[in-house]
C-alpha cells in the first residue's frame, strides 16, 4: 500500500489566489512527522513545511500552511496568495518515528502551474 | 552557509559503464541519504549513512548499486554495468539528526544520468 497519496498530478491557479495541494497519508506508527516539498524546473527539492504527529496546531510558514487533519490522515498544503514562481512540483513525504525506517516516503507530487 | 552540493550534475554514459557519483553533505550533518527520482515519479530511497553506524541498504535495487560514506562527510554513490533503467535523477540529501520523525532533510541539486 502507498504511504503517501497524492491524487492531483496537477493543478492550476490564478496568480494571487489561494490553492490547495491534496496530500493523504497510511502509516500505524503513532509517530511521524509530514513534510513537503517544492521541485522548480531545476530538479533541486525544496523544503517548504512540516508538521509533526504530536502537533496540537497547524503547521505555517510565510504564505505556507499545512491543513492537519489526523483523524481523516492528510496533510494539505495551502498556498496563499500564489506567486508565478510557485510554478512547480510539489512532494508529500512522510517519515515514521517507530518502524525502524530511516527514510522519508514521497508521493508521487503535484504539479501546479500559476496563471498570470 | 552551503547546501548540499552534488557532482557532476550531468553524466551521459554507455550500457555496460560503471559511474561514480558525489555528494557532498551540509557541514555538521551527519546523517547523509540518496535516493533516486525517476521520470514522472517520486522519489525511492536508496541508502541512508549516519555517522560512523552501518549504513541502511535496504533501498538498493541490486547489487550493482553501492555506496561509501568516507571520513563521515563526502559519499560516492556507484553503480556498476549501468543498464538503460538506471536512467534518473540520483538525489543526494544530508540532515542533522534531532530524533527520529522530526529531522529535516536538505537536498541537493542532483545528478541526472542518461544511460545509452
Known amino acids: 500500500a502507498q504511504k503517501i497519496t497524492q491524487t492531483q498530478p496537477g493543478m492550476f491557479v490564478q496568480e494571487k489566489e489561494a490553492v490547495t495541494l491534496d496530500c493523504t497519508y497510511d502509516?500505524?506508527?503513532?509517530?511521524?512527522?509530514l513534510f513537503w516539498y517544492k521541485q522548480p524546473s531545476s530538479g533541486e527539492m525544496i523544503f517548504l513545511i512540516y508538521?509533526?504527529?504530536?502537533?496540537?496546531q497547524n503547521a505555517t510558514e510565510g504564505r505556507y500552511s499545512l491543513n492537519f487533519q489526523k483523524a481523516r490522515k492528510s496533510a494539505n498544503l495551502v498556498i496563499s496568495a500564489s506567486q508565478l514562481g510557485d510554478s512547480a512540483m510539489y512532494f508529500c513525504a512522510m517519515r515514521e518515528g517507530q518502524t525502524g525506517a530511516n527514510n522519508l516516503f514521497f508521493g508521487t507530487g503535484t504539479r501546479l502551474t500559476v496563471i498570470p | 552557509g552551503a547546501g548540499v552540493s552534488q557532482s557532476p550534475s550531468n553524466k551521459v554514459t554507455e550500457k555496460g559503464k560503471d559511474v561514480e557519483l558525489r555528494c557532498d553533505p551540509i557541514?555538521?550533518?551527519?546523517?547523509l541519504y540518496w535516493y533516486r527520482q525517476s521520470l514522472g515519479q517520486g522519489l525511492e530511497f536508496l541508502i541512508y549513512?549516519?555517522?560512523?553506524?552501518?549504513?541502511?541498504k535496504s533501498g538498493l535495487p541490486s547489487d550493482r548499486f553501492s555506496a561509501e560514506r568516507t571520513g563521515g562527510s563526502v559519499s560516492t554513490l556507484t553503480i556498476q554495468r549501468t543498464q538503460q533503467e538506471d536512467s534518473a535523477v540520483y538525489l543526494c540529501?544530508?540532515?542533522?539528526?534531532?530524533?527520529?520523525?522530526?529531522?529535516?532533510?536538505?537536498f541537493g541539486p542532483g545528478t541526472r544520468l542518461l544511460v545509452l
Open positions: 502509516t500505524s506508527d503513532p509517530s511521524y512527522g
Open positions: 557541514s555538521g550533518h551527519t546523517a
Open positions: 508538521q509533526g504527529s504530536y502537533d496540537q
Open positions: 549513512f549516519q555517522g560512523n553506524s552501518a549504513p541502511d
Open positions: 540529501a544530508s540532515s542533522f539528526p534531532s530524533g527520529g520523525f522530526q529531522e529535516t532533510q536538505y
